[in-house]
Every structure is written in structure tokens, then in C-alpha cells.
């Protein structure tokens, strides 16, 4: 393995999941602390979901292959899931969030990590489920970077100008402005700035805390979304927390024609009826029939026009 972080080591991967596995036997016949059975399920749902995450996260930073964490994605949606119908009961609450990301800066970064993750690895179908989750607590169309991260490849998105937190101030001017140079400099310049803006998170610093320590990665994945749906230039970015490689496997996902995304070249047939979008245009998502020549941007400055799948409607 490629370990993708400074900070992580062999050693601290391996104790990781023996920790792992022993706290899932554990919690297979004890339970938590609790006044009823409903938070005591509350309490269970968050914890697994906030295990599986950095169970994905670790594995990332280990170094395994990308392929590797696709079923620990689909694991994680599940415990979302699970989350929310179990937060739910406890408050009584049928469409709450599993996330408060409108109060917390740190469960709206866990937010974008996740749709961002499902992006990369290109599963519409999981960031459907996940969405759904928070667009139904009624976050929808009130936070600009979660409405530019899905309208690309989900249907019937806003056009919103304002948002929750204002570290994600440079990367959504990343995304807006006209200029190529500056879009690729205010993505470094969100890089470098994400970790120091998040000392009240948990995981702060948990680096320091050796190979015994609770430390899986820190990762600013939303900022690789943003330059694959976008088409920033991140040649230039070198910040640890940039999942550089993630990135490339996005841009060069081929898929199998019928399940997840597809990618197609331009002057290529379309492989299936439906939306598709390019990184090469602003507001590019559009319908096309199965067996429809995919067209090139003529003024893209990216070489060939590729074309992604983003689902039936």
C-alpha cells in the first residue's frame, strides 16, 4: 500500500481495524448507556454510521485501492439511513436530518464529504439516497456549495447565492468565476485553509495522538468535486488534504454500460437515453437519445469533451 497521508502508517492502519472489529463484537451484546430503548438505538445508529465513516476514511488513507472503498460507501448510506429512522423516533421528528448542517460546521463538512464521495466514485444512486435524508429536513436550496455539487448530476436543483459557513467562501467563488488561473488558485487557497478552520471538530489534531490514536485522514474531498464537475485546472495543487488521486479516477471512470455512470467521449454514440453533463461547459447537464453522437465544446480549452452520466431524469 501507498499510505496518502504523512501521518498514517501501517501500524496505525492495523490497529485500526483490530479496534474495529473488536468494538463491533463488543457492541453485539452490550449496550449504551441510555433512559429507553429509542435513544439507546439513537445512540447505537450514530455510532455505527460515525465507525463505518472512518472506517472508509482509514482505508483511503492507507492507501488501498479507490475500487475498495465502494462497498464501504454503500455501507455508509446505509447507516445513515439507520441514523435517521432511529433520530427520528427518539425526537419524534419523521424528516429530520441525521446532520445539523446548517449549526455545525463540522457535521456540514461530513455532509459534503459524503456527496462528494458519491460523485468521485460515481454513485448517483447512493448520493440520491443520502440526499434525500437532508433535502427532506428542509435544507434544500438554502446553502450554495450543496446545491453546485449536486446540480450536475442530480435533477431539479436551485440556483441559490448564499451559504452556511464561510470557509467554503473560496471555493464556491472557485466555482463562479470566469477566470481559469483564478478558479485553480482560490481551490489551493480552500485547501490550505481547511484544516486550520476546523479546531472544533473531533477529529482536530487527533494526528498527534500516535499510532494508537483515533486519527483515519483528513480529507477535503468537496474540493475535488468541485474540480471534476467544474473542470478546474488541480494540476498545480499538492495540499495533502486534496484527494488528487480520487480526482483522476473520477475524470477517468469508464464504468460498464447500464450501471452507475458511463463516460463518453465526444463524436462517441451515447450509450444510454437519458442526462449527461461535461466538466468542459457551465450548465451542461442535458437529455440525449441512445445512439446520439455526443457533441464537442468547440471552445473548451480541456482537449477531448468527456461526458458523464447524470441519470434518467
Not at 482509514?58 to 475498495?68: K, P
Not at 472557485?174 to 478558479?183: K, L, Q, S
Request: charged letters at 25%; one cysteine or more.
Amino acid at each position: 500500500m501507498n499510505v496518502r497521508q504523512k501521518f498514517f502508517s501501517q501500524s496505525h492502519y492495523e490497529n485500526f481495524l483490530r479496534e474495529y472489529e473488536e468494538l463491533v463484537d463488543f457492541f453485539k451484546i452490550n449496550k449504551f448507556k441510555s433512559d429507553s430503548a429509542v435513544e439507546e438505538a439513537s445512540q447505537r445508529a450514530r455510532y455505527f454510521q460515525t465507525l463505518a465513516l472512518d472506517k472508509l476514511l482509514a482505508t483511503y488513507t492507507a492507501g488501498e485501492r479507490i475500487e475498495s472503498i465502494i462497498s464501504l460507501l454503500e455501507d455508509l448510506i446505509k447507516k445513515y439511513e439507520i441514523r435517521q429512522q432511529a433520530l427520528a423516533e427518539y425526537h419524534g421528528a419523521p424528516e429530520i436530518s441525521p446532520l445539523a448542517i446548517d449549526d455545525w460546521p463540522n457535521q456540514y463538512e461530513e455532509a459534503m464529504q459524503v456527496i462528494s464521495l458519491c460523485i468521485l466514485l460515481h454513485r448517483t444512486d447512493l448520493l440520491t439516497r443520502f440526499v434525500k435524508l437532508i433535502d427532506q429536513a428542509g435544507y434544500a436550496g438554502d446553502d450554495t456549495l450543496y446545491e453546485a455539487l449536486l446540480t450536475k448530476v442530480l435533477p431539479n436543483r436551485y440556483d441559490v447565492d448564499q451559504w452556511y459557513h464561510d470557509i467554503y467562501t473560496p471555493l464556491i467563488q472557485a466555482i463562479y468565476t470566469d477566470n481559469r488561473e483564478e478558479a485553480s488558485s482560490l481551490l489551493e487557497k480552500y485547501c490550505k485553509q481547511w484544516y486550520p478552520s476546523f479546531k472544533q471538530a473531533p477529529w482536530y489534531d487527533t494526528h498527534l495522538q500516535g499510532n494508537e490514536g483515533i486519527y483515519v485522514g483528513y480529507w477535503a474531498f468537496e474540493a475535488g468535486a468541485v474540480a471534476f464537475l467544474y473542470g478546474i485546472d488541480d494540476s498545480k495543487i499538492k495540499h495533502m488534504v486534496y484527494p488528487k488521486d480520487l480526482v483522476e479516477y473520477a475524470r477517468n471512470y469508464n464504468g460498464e454500460a447500464g450501471s452507475q455512470i458511463n463516460r463518453i467521449v465526444a463524436g462517441e454514440p451515447c450509450r444510454k437515453t437519458g442526462y449527461w453533463f461535461t466538466p468542459a461547459q457551465a450548465n451542461s447537464r442535458r437529455h440525449f437519445q441512445q445512439d446520439e453522437i455526443m457533441p464537442s465544446i468547440s471552445d473548451s480549452k480541456w482537449g477531448d469533451t468527456l461526458w458523464y452520466w447524470s441519470g434518467e431524469n
